[in-house]
């Protein structure tokens, strides 16, 4: 239902890029009068795009502009003629306008409650929602500048969409709907949100540490430099505080023009060397579009890398042995000021073929001034990435500890160095109350099973939210993907982020075909008995009824592809740019950690595999029942953390749904303690 409460916004598109009061007037003649009493004499929103066709795609990519003013024929008059001299971005948008005038557009946002902070929002939200468009090659802007409280800020949801409803009609390319937006992987982590007040101090208290460690002298007495630690449970907005840290310390804020409201940040104009270390793939190319947009990169991979990219490059290597490097003769270059690194609880504590060092978190530590490491214990996956008790309790410290002074530590029998911890407490992914969250949580670590509470509306920053939270029970792996897969398709998109999930306990190889597969495919497999019960396998390769909930009991099928089955070529390149759940062909795949962690999800369907078994009233980890290699594996051959790997992939798993869990056991013990919690 239409806002009728708030004015519609006026909303004027103009294909010369030419906004002055005279040439606007002789254009729209019959609009003048209210044109000129929004558009000139209230401050206003606009956007700048220059578009070309990418003809390998036969699609529009664009460049965009986002700003604010108060005095929007001025501005544009700057745009025009003095900014092309001092801003290789502005002259080359000056030179296609120049050439091919209907490339170049602007539009203009208009509203009678625009005042200056309210502006500064809108702009705010334009650049997130741009920032998020597949067709936007690059955003060029300055800030970050999202406002506190003031009046009117509870019209901004409201004056925001019915803008951009009025822009998608005018360029639906450039426009895309909020829907399919507000589901972009990149919107969620895009450094254009709003932080809460924790984030905030955190951001402030991170950024102070950084320009204090940039202005002392390296006396080079300290093997490694600080370590701050941002800690939180899944959803507390670690990676949104990670992703505006890193526009903040990365972003050029030179060379703004002249407006009483432009700031360059806390930091000033000058930029720290800064680089931001993931070593998840699909949240690494996350950041990759995000940095190549804001222009903080050229290219995929320069300031956003792997950790052992990044610590290969920041290594003089010892005399080679043959065409092995040599690390052990190696040592670190000088340091660089600040590093980034989002879920480094990813990170190994032990070498592989491509990382030669025993701790990617203290390599990278003797290579940076300033480590900032989001790390969640509870979302560490394999053996290779585990930490001794005695380390692990040493890194995340105590409840007592400050988040406000270091503290020198040691890890095993490493050199002494500085580490503080920062917590987020506020839960923003899971869109539930206290009681069903808490449900969760207990079933994960208590591995209990108890009656699921109602899920009604919850409260968020103080305000009820009256939108129940979606958790179901199904009987059937066939019930549960249909259901998802309608929730997925129920967006108003032809891709809903809503999938399909399942714990690693079906083969999967991304190097080599499945032979027993007609279509090379890994799947996840199930058949039906005739006691009503689902069984691992096809049943002798029995394809009939799959997916057919009619089909008599003993013969009912599911079989899905694994991740990037169906949605690789057959040269086994992924297409197109897009991560795991935002990829249209994988609604018909299952997903698993590889592909999900640390992403969102509107409706997570979870299919819980037999290594999680339901005995005498808890749940227990079956390992010989997973086909995690990875996780299952024991360290050295010796220290075995397969049910702390399990027990945390099914924690991952369980916490990616926004609006709905939907779940379904091939344990038969379990399935029935979870359709008896349900009723």
Same mark, same amino acid.
């Given at each position: 239902?239409?806002?009728?409460?708030?004015?519609?916004?006026?909303?004027?598109?103009?294909?010369?890029?030419?906004?002055?009061?005279?040439?606007?007037?002789?254009?729209?003649?019959?609009?003048?009068?209210?044109?000129?009493?929004?558009?000139?004499?209230?401050?206003?929103?606009?956007?700048?795009?220059?578009?070309?066709?990418?003809?390998?795609?036969?699609?529009?990519?664009?460049?965009?502009?986002?700003?604010?003013?108060?005095?929007?024929?001025?501005?544009?008059?700057?745009?025009?003629?003095?900014?092309?001299?001092?801003?290789?971005?502005?002259?080359?948008?000056?030179?296609?306008?120049?050439?091919?005038?209907?490339?170049?557009?602007?539009?203009?946002?208009?509203?009678?409650?625009?005042?200056?902070?309210?502006?500064?929002?809108?702009?705010?939200?334009?650049?997130?929602?741009?920032?998020?468009?597949?067709?936007?090659? +690059?955003?060029? &802007?300055?800030? $970050?500048?999202?406002? @506190?409280?003031?009046? %009117?800020?509870?019209? !901004?949801?409201?004056?925001?969409?019915?803008?951009?409803?009025?822009?998608?009609?005018?360029?639906?390319?450039?426009?895309?709907?909020?829907?399919?937006?507000?589901?972009?992987?990149?919107?969620?982590?895009?450094?254009?949100?709003?932080?809460?007040?924790?984030?905030?101090?955190?951001?402030?208290?991170?950024?102070?540490?950084?320009?204090?460690?940039?202005?002392?002298?390296?006396?080079?007495?300290?093997?490694?430099?600080?370590?701050?630690?941002?800690?939180?449970?899944?959803?507390?907005?670690?990676?949104?505080?990670?992703?505006?840290?890193?526009?903040?310390?990365?972003?050029?804020?030179?060379?703004?023009? +002249?407006?009483? &409201?432009?700031? $360059?940040?806390?930091? @000033?104009?000058?930029? %720290?060397?800064?680089? !931001?270390?993931?070593?998840?793939?699909?949240?690494?190319?996350?950041?990759?579009?995000?940095?190549?947009?804001?222009?903080?990169?050229?290219?995929?991979?320069?300031?956003?890398?792997?950790?052992?990219?990044?610590?290969?490059?920041?290594?003089?290597?010892?005399?080679?042995?043959?065409?092995?490097?040599?690390?052990?003769?190696?040592?670190?270059?000088?340091?660089?000021?600040?590093?980034?690194?989002?879920?480094?609880?990813?990170?190994?504590?032990?070498?592989?073929?491509?990382?030669?060092?025993?701790?990617?978190?203290?390599?990278?530590?003797?290579?940076?001034?300033?480590?900032?490491?989001?790390?969640?214990?509870?979302?560490?996956?394999?053996?290779?990435?585990?930490?001794?008790?005695?380390?692990?309790?040493?890194? !995340?410290?105590?409840?007592?500890?400050?988040?406000?002074?270091?503290?020198?530590?040691?890890?095993?029998?490493?050199?002494?160095?500085?580490?503080?911890?920062?917590?987020?407490?506020?839960?923003?992914?899971?869109?539930?109350?206290?009681?069903?969250?808490?449900?969760?949580?207990?079933?994960?670590?208590?591995?209990?099973?108890?009656?699921?509470?109602?899920?009604?509306?919850?409260?968020?920053?103080?305000?009820?939210?009256?939108?129940?939270?979606?958790?179901?029970?199904?009987?059937?792996?066939?019930?549960?993907?249909?259901?998802?897969?309608?929730?997925?398709?129920?967006?108003?998109?032809?891709?809903?982020?809503?999938?399909?999930?399942?714990?690693?306990?079906?083969?999967?190889?991304?190097?080599?075909?499945?032979?027993?597969?007609?279509?090379?495919?890994?799947?996840?497999?199930?058949?039906?008995?005739?006691?009503?019960?689902?069984?691992?396998?096809?049943?002798?390769?029995?394809?009939?009824?799959?997916?057919?909930?009619?089909?008599?009991?003993?013969?009912?099928?599911?079989?899905?592809?694994?991740?990037?089955?169906?949605?690789?070529?057959?040269?086994?390149?992924?297409?197109?740019?897009?991560?795991?759940?935002?990829?249209?062909?994988?609604?018909?795949?299952?997903?698993?950690?590889?592909?999900?962690?640390?992403?969102?999800?509107?409706?997570?369907?979870?299919?819980?595999?037999?290594?999680?078994?339901?005995?005498?009233?808890?749940?227990?980890?079956?390992?010989?029942?997973?086909?995690?290699?990875?996780?299952?594996?024991?360290?050295?051959?010796?220290?075995?953390?397969?049910?702390k790997n399990l027990r945390n992939e099914l924690n991952v798993l369980l916490k990616r749904g926004v609006h709905g869990l939907y779940l379904f056991a091939v344990d038969p013990e379990l399935q029935k303690a979870l359709r008896e919690a349900s009723r």
């Amino acid at each position: 239902m239409a806002d009728t409460t708030v004015p519609s916004p006026l909303v004027v598109r103009d294909e010369y890029w030419e906004f002055s009061e005279g040439k606007f007037a002789q254009s729209h003649p019959n609009e003048a009068d209210r044109t000129y009493h929004y558009i000139f004499g209230f401050p206003t929103v606009y956007v700048i795009s220059s578009k070309k066709t990418r003809s390998h795609r036969r699609d529009n990519e664009y460049v965009a502009y986002v700003g604010e003013t108060n005095d929007i024929a001025a501005r544009t008059r700057q745009h025009m003629k003095a900014d092309p001299a001092s801003r290789e971005d502005w002259r080359a948008l000056s030179e296609r306008a120049r050439h091919d005038s209907s490339s170049v557009v602007q539009y203009v946002i208009g509203h009678p409650h625009f005042n200056k902070s309210l502006t500064l929002d809108v702009e705010n939200r334009m650049m997130q929602y741009l920032l998020s468009v597949d067709a936007v090659k +690059s955003l060029n &802007n300055r800030r $970050t500048n999202p406002q @506190g409280d003031y009046y %009117p800020r509870n019209e !901004l949801d409201s004056i925001f969409s019915k803008a951009w409803r009025e822009l998608h009609r005018l360029d639906p390319d450039l426009f895309p709907t909020e829907a399919l937006i507000r589901d972009s992987a990149v919107f969620k982590a895009s450094p254009f949100h709003c932080l809460s007040k924790e984030q905030h101090e955190a951001e402030e208290q991170i950024l102070a540490t950084v320009e204090e460690a940039r202005s002392m002298a390296d006396d080079g007495d300290s093997e490694f430099g600080k370590l701050i630690l941002v800690q939180g449970a899944a959803g507390t907005g670690k990676t949104v505080l990670i992703s505006h840290l890193f526009y903040q310390l990365a972003g050029d804020f030179e060379g703004l023009e +002249s407006d009483e &409201n432009a700031k $360059t940040g806390s930091l @000033g104009s000058s930029r %720290p060397e800064a680089f !931001l270390l993931i070593n998840h793939d699909e949240q690494r190319h996350v950041y990759n579009e995000i940095a190549r947009k804001l222009n903080l990169q050229n290219k995929f991979d320069q300031v956003v890398l792997k950790p052992t990219t990044f610590i290969n490059q920041q290594t003089v290597w010892g005399p080679s042995e043959g065409k092995k490097k040599n690390w052990k003769g190696s040592h670190p270059k000088e340091k660089v000021d600040v590093v980034l690194i989002d879920e480094a609880h990813l990170l190994l504590t032990q070498s592989n073929q491509a990382y030669l060092g025993d701790n990617m978190l203290l390599d990278v530590m003797r290579r940076a001034k300033v480590t900032v490491a989001v790390f969640d214990p509870e979302q560490i996956l394999n053996s290779a990435q585990q930490w001794t008790a005695s380390d692990l309790n040493t890194l !995340l410290g105590t409840e007592q500890s400050s988040t406000r002074h270091f503290e020198s530590v040691r890890l095993g029998k490493s050199p002494m160095f500085d580490r503080k911890t920062v917590t987020l407490q506020q839960q923003f992914r899971i869109a539930a109350n206290d009681q069903l969250i808490g449900w969760v949580d207990r079933l994960i670590d208590d591995g209990v099973v108890e009656k699921i509470p109602e899920s009604k509306g919850y409260f968020r920053e103080g305000r009820y939210v009256d939108e129940p939270y979606d958790i179901r029970v199904f009987d059937s792996p066939v019930e549960l993907f249909r259901a998802v897969s309608f929730a997925a398709r129920g967006m108003g998109e032809d891709r809903g982020l809503s999938r399909v999930l399942a714990t690693y306990d079906w083969p999967y190889s991304g190097n080599r075909k499945n032979e027993a597969d007609p279509d090379g495919f890994w799947n996840v497999e199930l058949h039906e008995g005739v006691d009503g019960i689902w069984r691992m396998g096809l049943a002798a390769n029995d394809a009939s009824g799959i997916d057919d909930l009619d089909a008599p009991a003993d013969s009912r099928r599911f079989c899905h592809p694994w991740n990037y089955m169906l949605s690789k070529q057959a040269d086994g390149k992924s297409i197109g740019r897009l991560c795991w759940a935002e990829n249209p062909e994988t609604l018909n795949e299952i997903g698993s950690t590889y592909t999900i962690q640390g992403f969102d999800l509107n409706i997570a369907g979870v299919i819980i595999g037999p290594s999680v078994k339901y005995r005498d009233g808890r749940i227990v980890f079956d390992t010989k029942d997973s086909q995690n290699s990875r996780a299952v594996q024991k360290r050295g051959g010796e220290v075995d953390y397969s049910a702390k790997n399990l027990r945390n992939e099914l924690n991952v798993l369980l916490k990616r749904g926004v609006h709905g869990l939907y779940l379904f056991a091939v344990d038969p013990e379990l399935q029935k303690a979870l359709r008896e919690a349900s009723r």
